[in-house]
């Protein structure tokens, strides 16, 4: 990493539309490729903060590269195009058949080996705090395990130094501040920032010059047999709709008397969650 | 006194962060008995710190039958790395079964890193924990936003890792006479230098950060008829101290403006009780509220999704019943 | 043949969706009841390129091709087709004869600012009495030693309240023989030019839609558009593709207000059923669906046509003829479907219903679609 450039990857994940949920209960893995796309909210948030980032460097005269990479199925490309649009210099596809089904530990091992092998010089990598979909959290820290790279998580504001990050945050109502060395990983807030939109200039021009790289599990040098799904240490027993499954207590009837039934059964659990007592009568 | 585990063990972390109002761990401790009564081994609570010797007693006192302790003025502040190799190298020692941390930010950050370099799986934001008849840890988790309930085992790497959704569980009774062993370890001499500095930490505790935190969230729909009906939501929130959603026909419509709306492109809530007025419950709301722990629904329809999902599903004009309740609280409120 | 569409055009749909439900989508309603033109969104949009959508990324546009224009046109009218009508009218008939028919000159002092949304254009054609007569326009541009004085009154000029620079269709003054008309492209800084009432509208009601004057207004020789009596033909190439606009316009009501009516219909319980079980509803929404999907199909094919380069006229005019007739019908099954509650201001339909009927009248009416595919049909070497 020269004095003046920084190179920065931000993990991007295409989650489904939540209005279809097409579960393929035989592997227990999501159908993706059915749901209509969108980029992950949170992946969003750490594409902005590092767009930011670069316009922040840009009067040092600091030359930021952004690089959007994403692990998915070849729809997944799309996520791409929407970064480059809004402004990430490059997009990279991680996509093989082999990769589908992985938890959270190997997704970390596929996007580690990538960063090790074709952009070494990384000097931070940005992610989301956790995905609307699968929502563990897990990802950001464990990529920064498997590169070796201290991590934060979390962030609501992030600054720069010529080899340092500083990051502020509020994590279990203890406001901090933090820094450390590059390179290094760190995991944007949800609500830290209002991402931009695109234009459709930058649309236009992503799909005009298209600068995604595509990049299988042989170019990757995974091995022969490597099968994510297998190879992941949990396994999904099932999944199942609460909805289906809820009792829900109804009440019927003019609306005093099930107001006033409202608060004989369950005016407990109201004035706990108001934080005050509510009389009998 | 040995040492080692007995291969059965079940670990909880002590998050004592945010304690006296973080009971995570206690809450913890308390499934864990529950789980060590089907595989037959020791709930060992796991305390790092300095002057940590109230928290190993308080866990003794709610179900820990043993607790570890490492007790050191460098581990005075929380540093994440650190707390991270201390784990990682007791667990590689001990070889629990299980290792089981509060799904605070504090341990959504140690879980992982601890899970990836012992090379094992991790569920996070565990709603439930079982024992099947293999004497596995069956993990069960939400994503969507709750919208889907997953069960998930790690079959053969050890230990089997889970991170649990505080408020999920309940903690004991404090026994002062329950019993527990204390071992207290030496800080290893190769502990790895912290490489996160941390130049400030200030307890914050914010009072309301909107929406999303919010205890109580009242929401409504296209079922509230009108812009005007749809305010007196806002005189409901005032006596219940809550917050006011709605869904995006209604922010279309101009009844509210968009930072009310919760849905996929919206706020996600997460409150004790959610009540939702008039709302019928497409699954792009839906998907961002699955985590409220309580929901009351009215509906004049007794078919609307979100009459489904919730645990109180009133079949009635939402207009009368919102009057109703504002009503009732106006009586009842102590003064 | 693909009729899927390309991942970019998905793109472009997703990126316009997400920036009209989010910004627009909460303030339609409100907009329409107030008759109130939003610059607070406007100028939201100009650095987003909303305003040179097919102009070149030199000079500040997008650079897109003609389907994925109609698709923005489309995904803004779905949420507010008032602001839909005013950026495809900016768009087609503001600045594309511009850059068809501009001198570089032109180009460089009229288009950047105008494709950055920081002037909005407009085209001015109907008079009172030339409405589909373009014949009868009285509008009159008089030859001086500096270049021209025009003299008229437009009527029914959209994005008239709000223009900064207008297109104007004048016929020469004095001529001999048949007159010789001209567009010539007219600032509001102009001396002499001066905005009429905002027309109060059955629909469309945030566009301010309203009377131009033109008393004496000088025009420098560097203003006229195009080569001198070549007015009818800006004209009809502009008329050509702003009926590709408008037509996505129609459809965007359209799929609005079907979305509407469908999820009304899964919702709504009568006769212990939701709407839905039942088979008369069941059949309208068949029906909607196939109109929306045909006129869809056709004006793709239009906006295909475009590009290609060939006479895309009969093709845009078919395009416009069916989106137009689609969102009549689609929005009136829509008012239907709702019952009483489609009556009501506090349900989107009747907004839809307001504006469906327009996209049958302006920018050519349904008859002089008609005109234009019969003369195609019948000149056509067959």
Known sequence: ?281 | MSKKSTGKDIWVLGDYRNYFKNRVTLQILARARALAEKTGGRVCGVVFGHDVGGYTSEYIAHGADRVYVIDHPRLKSYGIETFTNLLIGLARDMNPDIILIGATRFGQEVAPRVAKRLDTGLTADCIDLDIDDKQRLVQIAPSFGGNLIARILTPKARPQMATVRPGTFHELPHDDTAQGEVITLDLPEDLPAERIRCTHSEYRPVKTLGIEKADIVITGGRGMGSKGKFKKLFDLAGLLNAEVGATRPVVHAGWVGHEALVGQAGKHIRPKVLFSFGVSGAIQHTAALMDADFIVAVNKNPDAMMMKLADVAIVADANQVCSGIIRALKEKIRD | ?382
């Open chain 1, 1 to 281: 990493m020269e004095n003046n450039t920084l190179d920065i990857i931000v993990c991007i994940k295409q989650v489904p539309m939540v209005s279809e949920l097409p579960w393929n209960s035989k592997t227990g893995t999501l159908k993706r490729e059915l749901a209509q796309g969108m980029m992950d909210p949170a992946s969003r948030l750490a594409l902005e903060a590092g767009l930011r980032l670069q316009r922040a460097g840009q009067p040092e005269g600091r030359r930021i590269r952004v690089t959007a990479l994403t692990m998915g199925p070849p729809m997944a490309e799309e996520v791409l195009h929407q970064a480059v649009s809004l402004g990430a210099d490059h997009g990279v596809l991680l996509t093989d058949r082999k990769m589908a089904g992985a938890d959270t530990n190997l997704t970390s091992f596929i996007l580690g080996r990538y960063i090790r092998m074709f952009q070494p010089d990384t000097g931070l990598v940005l992610c989301g705090s956790q995905t609307s979909d699968s929502e563990t959290a897990q990802v950001g820290p464990q990529l920064a395990c498997e590169l070796d790279w201290p991590a934060i998580g979390w962030a609501s504001d992030i600054r720069l130094t010529q080899r340092t990050l500083v990051v502020t945050r509020l994590v279990d109502d203890f406001m901090e501040t933090l820094e450390m060395d590059l390179p290094g990983l760190v995991t944007i807030d949800q609500g830290a920032l209002v991402p931009r939109y695109a234009g459709l200039a930058g649309v236009a021009q992503a799909f005009a010059a298209p600068k995604i790289d595509v990049v299988d599990a042989d170019r990757l040098e995974l091995d022969k047999d490597f099968n994510a799904l297998k190879d992941s240490p949990t396994r999904i027993l099932d999944v199942f709709s609460p909805a289906a499954q809820k009792e829900s207590r109804v009440l019927k009837g003019a609306a005093k008397t099930v107001v006033d039934k409202l608060f004989t059964d369950y005016g407990k659990i109201i004035s706990s969650a108001m934080g005050k007592d509510l009389k009998k009568k």
């Open chain 3, 1 to 382: 043949m693909d009729f899927n569409p390309c991942m970019k055009h998905q793109v472009v749909r997703k990126t316009v969706r997400e920036f009209a439900e989010n910004e627009i989508g909460p303030h339609a309603a409100s907009l329409d009841r107030e008759g109130r033109f939003p610059t607070e969104i406007i100028e939201k949009m100009g650095p987003l390129n909303y305003f040179g959508l097919q102009a070149p990324p030199s000079l500040g546009g997008a650079g897109l091709d003609t389907i994925s224009y109609a698709i923005v046109i489309e995904e803004l009218s779905r949420v507010c087709a008032a602001i839909g009508l005013c950026v495809s009218v900016h768009n087609s008939v503001g600045l594309f004869p511009i850059l068809k028919f501009g001198t570089e000159e032109q180009i460089a002092r009229f288009v950047p600012d105008m494709a950055k949304g920081l002037h909005i254009g407009a085209f001015c054609l109907t008079e009172a009495n030339a409405g589909s007569d373009a014949g009868g326009v009285e509008t009159t541009a008089t030859k001086t030693d500096e270049g021209y004085t025009i003299n008229g009154t437009k009527i029914f000029v959209t994005n008239g309240g709000v223009c900064d620079v207008v297109l104007v269709f004048a016929v020469d003054a004095g001529s001999q023989g048949p007159s010789r008309p001209n567009v010539f492209i007219v600032e509001k800084t102009c001396p002499g030019f001066s905005v009429g009432e905002i027309e109060d509208l059955c629909g469309m009601r945030a566009n301010p839609v309203s009377s131009l004057f033109f008393e004496d207004c000088p025009i420098p020789e560097t203003n006229l558009l195009g080569k001198p009596g070549h007015g009818l033909k800006i004209g009809l190439t502009a008329l050509d593709t702003g009926r590709i606009g408008i037509a996505a316009q129609a459809l965007g009501i359209a799929q609005g207000a079907f979305e509407a009516a469908l999820s009304y219909a899964k919702e709504r319980r009568q006769f212990n059923s939701p709407l839905t079980k039942f088979q008369t509803i069941q059949n309208y929404l068949a029906d909607m669906a196939t109109s929306i999907e045909a006129s869809r199909l056709l004006l793709y094919r239009a906006a295909a046509a475009k590009d290609e380069g060939g006479d895309f006229g009969a093709q845009s005019a078919m395009a416009k003829l069916s989106c137009s007739a689609t969102a009549r019908t689609v929005t009136d099954l829509a008012v239907q479907i709702h019952g009483g509650y489609g009556y009501s201001r506090e349900y989107d339909v009747e907004r839809y219903f307001r504006e469906a009927k327009v996209t049958q009248i302006y920018e050519g009416t349904s008859e002089v679609q008609k005109m234009v595919i019969a003369r195609h049909l019948i000149t056509r070497p067959s």
